[in-house]
C-alpha cells in the first residue's frame, strides 16, 4: 500500500497513492466535501469512510458533497463497500451530493443510488452543484447547523 497523507489546513486532509488522490474537507460542523480524481482503491477510500463514521459517532447527520468528475475508474469492490456501508447507515446522512461526469464513474454511481433507495443527488453540471454546496455552507453561516 502506498497510501501517503498529508493536512489541508485545520479542516482538510488530503491521501493519495500512486494512481489517485481524494482530499477531505469539514467546511462546518455537518458538511464534508469530497473531492476525488484518479483511479479509486479500497485503500484510498477508507479514510474518507472514518471521517464520516467519526462525525456521525458524535451525534451529527452530516450531509456529504462528492465531487468525482475527475475521476477515471475504481476498483469493483469500491462500489460495493459504499454502497454496503449506505445500505448498513441508512438516515445517518443528512443529503449525499454527488457530482460526475459521463462514464464509468457515473453509471458505478448510478447503480448505487438504484441499489440504495435513490437517496443521492446526482449532477453532471459543476455551476449547479457548486450552487448545490453554496446553498447549505451560506445556511450555516447565517443560522448553523440544522
Known amino acids: 500500500m502506498d497510501l ?3 493536512r489541508l489546513g485545520a479542516r482538510g486532509d488530503r491521501w493519495s497513492t500512486s494512481r489517485g488522490v481524494l482530499d477531505v474537507r469539514t467546511p462546518a460542523s455537518d458538511v ?3 473531492r476525488f480524481e484518479g483511479y479509486a482503491t479500497l485503500d484510498l477510500i477508507e479514510p474518507a469512510v472514518r471521517h464520516l463514521e467519526t462525525l456521525i459517532d458524535s451525534g451529527l447527520h452530516p450531509i456529504v458533497f462528492n465531487d468525482l468528475e475527475l475521476g477515471t475508474g475504481y476498483d469493483s469492490d ?3 463497500k459504499l454502497t454496503a456501508w449506505h445500505l448498513r ?6 443529503e ?3 457530482l460526475v461526469r459521463p462514464g464509468l464513474i457515473a ?3 448510478t447503480v448505487a443510488n438504484l441499489a440504495t433507495g ?3 443527488v446526482v449532477y453532471t453540471d459543476r455551476s449547479t452543484y457548486e450552487w448545490a454546496l453554496a446553498g447549505v455552507l451560506t445556511a450555516r453561516i447565517t443560522a448553523g447547523p440544522v
Open 89 to 94: 447507515n441508512p438516515g445517518k446522512l443528512k
Open 32 to 34: 464534508v466535501t469530497r
Open 78 to 80: 469500491v462500489r460495493a
Open 107 to 109: 453509471m458505478g454511481v
Open 96 to 98: 449525499v451530493h454527488i
Open 118 to 120: 435513490g437517496k443521492f
Open 4 to 6: 501517503a497523507h498529508a
